[in-house]
């Protein structure tokens, strides 16, 4: 079994996107005729842009269109889901976006809400599942879950910890539940800035996504303590999961893509086929694995009841950890 080090090394590694090919995929109509647009809903150099990016490179090879990367970060996700619910149902606008921790828990977190999550959206493929890491300053006396705890609990309300996601926040706030802390959130954009502030001895803690915070990792700049899944990360094999650490409630997210709703049928299932072909390709599935997540191809069926099941699951986040919407 790889070291942690070594087994980080190699997901960093494959950040390196390799090509597909496209000449099995033919053009039997109009669309696409012109550039297509793909919405990420968190700034540059985030995971959640690797991703994009990534999946917005292979359409390329596809689609034989031009795959523009628009980034509208913000409220969450908000602005970005909100901007594709509103724009032309044409095919021209692509919502590659992290599912779970954008369009789920939205109704539940917000109380004003300019779109609907489930029925707004064409939810079209899944992409992968993925986890996050409670991650500490590597220079730290914390090298175990109960030596961190032990600290949290003497601190009370006087530590805090970092969110830069939904995902993150979640699996802190459960894990906060899970031991009785009282250490406060302290919200970021982006995870760069947090990571600075955990360095520096500003933060206790912060669940990162691994993707957007590889170098971190790799360079031993933040130490990973647990995952936020029920079982550990095939990419990070020595880190113990949230359910191994005695926690009940576990967070494995999952990505998507989705359309504004009342795209027509046709665009819609070959978008479907597009995403389902590089989800289901060798280079695709190694480079997902190997940056922290576990490939998922499915189509809209699944997509759906995914939605459907963690806008459920999202209520029952939000009363464990007891917080108020925004």
Known sequence: MPTRRQAIQGAFAALAVPQISASAFAQDGPYPSRSIRAVCSFPPGSGADITVRYIAARLEKICGQRVLV???????????????????????????????????????LFRKLNFDPLNDFEHVATIYKTQFLLCV????????????????????????????????????????????LETVEVKYKTSAPAVNDLVSGSLAFGHFDFRGNAQAITSGRILPLMSSG???????????????????????????????????????????????????????????????????????????????????????????????PM
């Not at 901007?83 to 590659?96: C, E, L, M, N, Q």
């Not at 779970?100 to 828990?105: D, I, K, Q, R, T």
């Not at 995403?275 to 695709?284: E, S």
């Not at 997509?303 to 963690?310: C, I, K, S």
Request: proline fraction near 8%; avoid cysteine; charged fraction near 25%.
């Open 70 to 108: 628009e980034n509208k970060p913000g409220a969450f996700g908000n602005i970005a889901s909100e901007f594709v619910a509103r724009s032309k149902p044409d095919g021209y606008t692509i919502y590659i976006a992290p599912g779970f921790s954008v369009l789920a828990p939205a109704p539940h």
């Open 137 to 180: 300053d590597s220079n730290s006396p914390f090298k175990t879950i109960p030596q961190l705890v032990e600290f949290l609990k003497r601190q009370g309300d006087k530590a805090s910890y970092a969110s830069t996601a939904n995902t993150g926040m979640i699996s802190s706030e459960i894990f906060k539940a899970h031991h009785g």
């Open 230 to 324: 029920a079982a550990r990360m095939k990419a990070m094999p020595d880190v113990p999961s949230a359910r191994e650490m005695g926690l009940k409630h576990t967070v494995d997210a999952w990505w998507s893509v989705h359309l504004p709703g009342k795209t027509p049928e046709p665009v819609v299932e070959r978008i479907e086929g597009w995403i389902k072909a590089i989800v289901d390709d060798a280079a695709a599935m190694k480079f997902f694995t190997t940056t922290g997540a576990d490939p998922l191809p499915g189509g809209r069926k699944l997509a759906r009841e995914l939605m459907v099941r963690d806008i459920a699951a999202w209520a029952d986040f939000v009363k464990i950890a007891k917080l108020q």
